[in-house]
């Protein structure tokens, strides 16, 4: 059973800045890929990025491009997402979601997930 955890998430004002982390078993293996996706209450669940181990290839909604960067550490296995200029649309609930590729997301092994709040 792959295990993944977020973890990182708060609150924060308008314009502020969180990392996300996302740690798990899955890292240390084969090639993999990782996806971040967010919900918000009363709204439907949507991809925010994702990235290939394979070749580092990553993938980033538009509403988040130029703000948020994923990335991955691989000594540390860890994947972690920068969000930078957070708007309070950026509010929602964070999973990461382990899968084979990223073509394959969001099927894979998901985390509890991790809050963020981004307060006006």
């Known amino acids: 059973e792959v295990q993944v955890v977020e973890s990182g998430g708060g609150l924060v004002q308008v314009g502020g800045s969180l990392r996300l982390s996302c740690v798990s078993s899955?890292?240390?293996?084969?090639?993999?890929?990782i996806g971040w996706f967010r919900q918000a209450p009363g709204k439907e669940r949507g991809e925010v990025c994702s990235?290939?181990?394979?070749?580092?290839?990553?993938h980033y909604a538009d509403s988040v491009k130029g703000r948020f960067t994923i990335s991955a550490d691989n000594a540390k296995n860890t994947v972690y997402l920068q969000m930078n200029s957070l708007k309070p649309e950026d509010t929602a609930v964070y999973y990461c979601?382990?899968?084979?590729?990223?073509?394959?997301?969001?099927?894979?092994?998901w985390g509890q997930g991790t809050q963020v709040t981004v307060s006006s």
């Open positions: 990235i290939s181990s394979a070749d580092g290839t990553t």
């Open positions: 899955a890292f240390a293996s084969d090639d993999y890929a």
């Open positions: 979601v382990v899968a084979k590729t990223i073509a394959t997301l969001p099927l894979g092994s």
